[in-house]
């Protein structure tokens, strides 16, 4: 199937810094990607969809100017934390879809812990 | 609206035990519906899915039937190992955006 990759794994930040986590599509061109984030024993909050080479569509409540997301190419899409606080400490995962096979089958990736100190 | 409805975790279970995670769902049109699960500390990866109504998915000793009249999609295994602790996911697609529960985890004791 097809695989999509995060980066960084985990990440440690003291407060008031920015964090950019990248999203991959390894095998496919994804025009769409998902950022999810995910509370402990909650389930998947979507944030924002991004749209490559336009801008993302956050969802209600999520703070665009906090969580700035880039979709530059086909392949990558990146989410900022700006000015991370310790409440922002969480997981967050991408997702897309591969439209060459028309099943609607989300990939994920490997999630990103944040931790902000 | 569109929802999805998971029992609460958590569940424990022996080994060789019989699993069911109820799933139900609300939705408008005919969406497809799938069971993601999640290993500690990793990503969500798809388990099974069911794309139209008594479409059975299966997979890694895995079951859930697509029944359009009770609107579920219950997992099932008849016989469940120490590696399938996890947290399990339902979820719906209605060809525009995902919907998933809560989520429940598992855990099997040897």
């Known amino acids: 199937g097809a695989v999509v990759s995060q980066h960084p794994s985990r990440v440690i930040c003291k407060s008031g810094t920015s964090v950019k986590i990248e999203c991959r599509s390894l095998?496919?061109?994804?025009?769409?990607m998902f950022w999810y984030r995910q509370f402990p024993k909650k389930s998947l909050m979507l944030m924002a969809t991004?749209?490559?080479?336009?801008?993302?569509?956050?969802e209600q409540g999520v703070e665009k100017d906090k969580f700035l997301i880039n979709h530059a190419s086909l392949t990558l899409s990146t989410l900022t934390v700006t000015s991370a606080h310790p409440e922002d400490s969480s997981f967050y995962i991408c997702?897309?879809?591969?439209?060459?096979?028309?099943?609607?089958?989300?990939?994920f990736g490997e999630g990103s812990r944040l931790t902000v100190l | 609206g569109n929802s999805v409805t998971q029992m609460e975790g958590p569940v424990t279970l022996s080994e060789e035990a019989f699993l069911t995670i109820n799933c139900t769902y609300t939705?408008?049109?005919?969406?497809?519906l799938f069971w993601y699960v999640q290993y500690p500390g990793e990503g969500l990866q798809l388990l099974l899915k069911?794309?139209?109504?008594?479409d059975k998915g299966s997979n890694k000793g895995f079951e859930a039937t697509y029944r359009k009249e009770t609107t579920s999609f219950h997992l099932e295994k008849g016989s469940v190992q120490v590696s399938d602790s996890a947290v399990y996911f339902c979820?719906?697609?209605?060809?525009?955006?995902?919907?998933f529960g809560t989520g429940t985890s598992l855990t099997v004791i040897p």
């Open positions: 997702s897309a879809r591969d439209t060459r096979v028309n099943t609607g089958e989300l990939f």
């Open positions: 979820a719906l697609y209605t060809g525009n955006q995902f919907y």
């Open positions: 095998d496919f061109q994804a025009t769409t």
């Open positions: 069911a794309t139209k109504a008594d």
């Open positions: 939705a408008t049109g005919y969406p497809s």
């Open positions: 991004s749209n490559e080479g336009s801008k993302a569509t956050y």
